[in-house]
């Protein structure tokens, strides 16, 4: 079966812009969560949703922000870009607890 | 946190020889644990996962050890292979009314392995 699916898989962005991510889970997935991983503070996480609900969310500004679709497909988006948005962003789904996560090949932001 | 392919502790081992991948925990309150790994320009890659009632657990040349008393994770890999490089991360989870999502992620570990 397909994988986990992002696009676009790179972005160039200048400061102050707005960016939008979206991700396509696995067929059947409904968990969906999604992490910023970065050369300085590894792998961190944004936040997780379910059945179109965020249940969970990391420590990260309210720039950040995010929402899933009845098809479990989910986007976030970054406001007011800072160059230290620049990363790799990571999308994950699962059945949910105690089932493999997977993750997508992410999306390459870059912030000029 | 330490840099993903820059400044990470690395591990070298010939190959065929066993590996073994250490991580420190940080929250007492998790109870599941998984090993990824990461190959360069792609997402993490499950290995394989425990549960905190666990202290062992196999797969197919992969086992993962656990020690709660000292909030040590360990993922051993026999007969390492040269497909077998990469950069390995620990993650940690709370369960959180079931969600899964939040994952902590460890620093990472690169293991370099010598044909």
């Known amino acids: 079966k397909a994988g986990v699916t992002q696009t676009p898989r790179y972005l160039i962005k200048t400061r102050g812009q707005q960016v939008t991510l979206s991700c396509s889970p696995i067929?059947?997935?409904?968990?969906v969560s999604w992490y910023q991983q970065t050369p300085g503070q590894g792998l961190q996480f944004l936040f997780e949703?379910?059945?179109?609900?965020?249940?969970n969310k990391g420590n990260f500004p309210g720039r950040f922000s995010g929402r899933q679709f009845s098809n479990s497909r989910s986007e976030m988006n970054v406001s007011t870009l800072e160059l230290g948005d620049s990363a790799l962003y990571l999308c994950a789904s699962s059945l949910g607890r105690y089932n493999e996560q997977f993750f997508g090949p992410g999306t390459r932001l870059t912030v000029l | 946190g330490e840099s993903v392919g820059l400044h990470l502790p690395t591990l070298s081992v010939q190959e065929g020889d066993n590996s073994i991948i250490n991580c420190a925990y940080s929250?007492?309150?998790?109870?599941?644990f998984i090993w990824y790994k990461q190959e360069s320009g792609k997402g993490p890659q499950f290995i394989i996962d425990?549960?905190?009632?666990?202290d062992k657990r196999q797969g197919q040349r992969v086992t993962v050890l656990l020690n709660k008393t000292v909030k040590h994770l360990s993922l051993q890999i026999a007969a390492t292979q040269p497909g077998d490089s990469a950069v390995y991360f620990c993650?940690?989870?709370?369960?959180?009314?079931?969600?899964?999502?939040?994952?902590?992620f460890g620093k990472g570990t690169k293991l370099s392995v010598k044909p």
């Open positions: 993650a940690e989870n709370v369960d959180y009314g079931g969600s899964q999502g939040n994952l902590i």
């Open positions: 949703y379910f059945s179109e609900t965020q249940r």
């Open positions: 067929s059947g997935h409904r968990s």
């Open positions: 425990i549960r905190s009632n666990m």
């Open positions: 929250n007492s309150a998790s109870d599941y």
